[in-house]
Every structure is written in C-alpha cells, then in structure tokens.
C-alpha cells in the first residue's frame, strides 16, 4: 500500500518549505474510478481539448506509473471516458490526474484505477493529435517533471523531484 499523504508531508517538512515537495492545490480535484490511494512514477502529457496523444500513451504499460496531463483546465470537453480508462487499467496505469474533464462517469467508476480530474462534461475531445509528452507541466502550484514521484489520496496530491519511497 502507498504511503498516506500526510505521513510523507510530515516526514519532509523541509522539502515542503523548499518546494521540493509540492501539494496541488486543494479542494480542485474530484476522484473518480475504485482506487483513491495511489501512487507512482510519473509520466506527463500536455494536451488542449484533444486526447490523441493521451489515448495512444495509455496503450504502453503502464507499469503502475501515473499520467499527468495538463489539459489546460479545459472545462468545454472530457479528455478521458470509460474507454480510455478501462485501457489504462488494462495497461497496468496506478491512475491519471488531469486538469481537465472526463466522461462516462460510471464506466470510470468500475475501474481498478485512480482518476483525479476537474469535473465531469458529456463533450467528447477532438481528435487532431496535438500534444506533448513527457515535457515539464504546470498547473495547480505545482510543476511536474516526467519521473516526479507523486502520490494521490483522499488528503490531496503531491509531487516531487526528491523524495520518493526509497528515501522515506
């Protein structure tokens, strides 16, 4: 099981005042799918309204990574639905933070997975192949390294460059 995220907020006190270790911004995500403790390796995408690249990174193992995706905080479309989470699952994610919208709610939520997204909207995403993969993304309060350790739980988000399992 992942470490909560309070206890690696009070084992590194100092990296949180250095910003080393970083909290998302609170009260911003809403979780969906079955898993709401995770954590993992993380792999970013960053994406407008448009889930090409998403899709086709979640098709790789996952290897228990988490997918970071800045999608701009686009509340007009979902960049993921059940299809694509369902994929994730089958391709080994832990789980997804998009700043962004998902879709098809309930066939998320029979997902062994974590999902942390903005808000639900029924508006599929383009499908132009616009996108960046594993690029440094902002959003939040936080900047995200592809490599970032980050974990996810009903306390809140946190990513670092630093800490991670092997030195808690």
Known sequence: MSLLTCDVCDAHERELESGELQVLTPGVFQSFGQKRIYSGRVVTIKCFEDNVLLRKTLEEPGSGKILVV????????????????????????????????????????????????????????????????????????????????CWVDNDGILVSTSVAPSNL
């Open 70 to 149: 800045d999608g701009g905080g686009s509340l007009r479309n979902a960049l993921v639905g059940g299809n694509v989470a369902k994929l994730a699952e089958t391709s080994g994610w832990a789980g997804l933070v998009i700043f962004g919208c998902v879709r098809d709610v309930d066939e998320i939520n029979e997902c062994a997975i974590g999902v942390r997204a903005l808000a639900p909207c029924p508006v599929k995403s383009k499908k132009i192949g616009a996108g960046e993969k594993n690029v440094v993304v902002s959003f939040l309060g936080a900047t995200i390294r592809p490599g970032d350790f």
